[in-house]
């Protein structure tokens, strides 16, 4: 299934340990604070218990949603980039 994980961490530190685990299990960065990418249930539990070990007592908030094949065939993505 396809997993999106977006998270909210002020610590620096923590913040890039939790992109890097996001990494590590093959996720793909969408935005600075948003990864997504195909995972199984197992993986999508490992990855949660390891990212709230990385959160700790830091302040910070991470959220993972599973999306299922049928809505993501309905999602849609505006991007402007500037031309220099």
Same mark, same amino acid.
């Given at each position: 299934m396809q997993v999106l994980v977006i998270y909210d961490v002020e610590n620096d530190r923590v913040r890039l340990k939790v992109a890097n685990a996001c990494k590590d299990y093959?996720?793909?960065?969408?935005q600075?604070? !948003?990864?997504?990418g195909e995972l199984t249930g197992n993986r999508m539990e490992e990855l949660f218990f390891r990212l709230k070990k990385i959160l700790g007592v830091d302040v910070?908030?991470?959220?993972?949603?599973p999306m299922c094949d049928k809505d993501l065939?309905? !999602?849609?993505e505006i991007e402007n980039v500037s031309i220099m």
């Open positions: 093959g996720l793909q960065r969408v600075y604070s !948003a990864f997504k910070g908030n991470i959220q993972m949603y065939k309905r !999602a849609r």
